[in-house]
């Protein structure tokens, strides 16, 4: 199943919608419309089923109106497969950042390695390019390198094995989810991203930096004062 709902949509609830045998993880609140559509999906999936979809980012942290509590229970019942934070203005409509839901009721394998209990990140904030001043594109090759760390990560005999690289991917255990406080944000669990040593000794760069800022200045100061004679010069 894949899907983009509408998002934060906070004029969909109605009494009729109190006890539907949907909110098996919690009744959402009926000013967003978020985990509706969540379980909504799950309630649907077929006993093995995987559902793709794109939310608002504050569906990974929100914890107004029991939403915290809905997203808990989707972790312990071992239904979020994979969560990835994609870059802001990828839409015509929104400029928002978003992000990409991947729920599974076939953790115990289904064709697949077993993975209950883990839950994989990937941020992808920064695979993207802008195409006009106002919009983001995801590249083909960007999109590959996402779909492309799932399939590995969930794959028994994946064809390039799964890797975990700081700032881009990590699996999480339930555990490491339980200690933040059930919070999805992909940023949290994948770290920092390797930075290359160039070699420099720290205390050298720090030198050396602190030298050309210097230089910086002096020249900011002369431009300034160029400046200032020209205006003068006008008058």
Known sequence: MIANPPFNKDD????ALHDDPRWAYGTPPAGNANFAWVQHFVHHLSPTGTAGFVLANGSLSSKQSGEG????????????DCIVAL????????GIPVCLWFLSKGLHGNGHRKRR???LFIDARSLDRMETRTLRVLDDADVERIAGTYHSWRSREPEVAYEELPGFARSASAEALAEHDYVLTPGRYVGAADVADDGEPIADKIARLQAELLVEFDEG???E???????????
């Open 69 to 80: 509590k809905i997203r808990q229970r989707l972790v312990e019942a071992d239904l979020v």
């Open 12 to 15: 969909w609830f109605s009494e």
């Open 117 to 119: 209990g883990e839950v």
């Open 87 to 94: 870059p802001e203005k990828l839409f015509l409509n929104t």
């Open 225 to 235: 004062e160029l400046v200032r004679e020209r205006l003068e010069a006008v008058e």
């Open 221 to 223: 100061r002369r431009l």
